[in-house]
């Protein structure tokens, strides 16, 4: 579990040096190390699919020359949207660790459940440290208003 | 109708260009004008999230400089996945046309609609040249076993 955190706070640190977009930060490991992170960049780069965790899959894949990621575990300090999850899935990442729930858009549970769509063996688990993920979010929109 | 079977006519060409990937392609038109187009490069360029309608995405983005494409129609040889169903909302594009359908993935209304899921005021037509657009991707899978 303390491995997951510290992960998890290398995907926060991400998110928390992002400037335009929405806070969400990515992490990508393989046998315990970082392969690749990012913050969500669609408005910085204005890339539509720039969501944090399709910036991560597709550079570990373009690092390791292979599209399929079997042994990956992502970090995303929010639970993925419907384009990420199914993204996760297809690319055959084993384990996917988010932060804050997400009920407007979450994909793994809280909108919609993307495993009843896509057949997968991931393990997905929720709530790695919550508090510190959903702040970065309320915060970046509480600013907005 | 007419219009809309050229540009499905130069999406099935792109996917006829393909080489290693499940051939489906894709155009993305603005105003009467393709502005970018694509096959579906998953396999080719090691990219996971490298199916047509996100490369077409992306790239027509990179090009306007805006990651919002609300004028846009998209046109695509196969019912697009839940990940490519998801960019295309959250991208806000306008149109879609579709050429076969999916049943086992499809996310405009065949296995699940991604609809439900994000607001939208896009309108999807699925059926444009069916046939020539079916047959892609049956020769593939014949010609695979």
Known sequence: MEQHKQFMQIAINEAKASTKDVPVGAVLVIDGKIISKSSNK??????????????????????LNSWRLQNAKLYVTLEPCPMCAALILQSKIK???FGAYDVQYGAFGSKLDMRNTINSQISVKGGILEEECKKLIVD?????R
């Open 140 to 144: 970046f929109f509480q600013e907005k």
């Open 95 to 97: 384990e996917v660790y």
């Open 42 to 63: 669609r408005e910085q780069i204005n890339r539509p699919s720039g969501h944090a965790e399709v910036v991560v899959i597709d550079d570990a894949a373009k690092i």
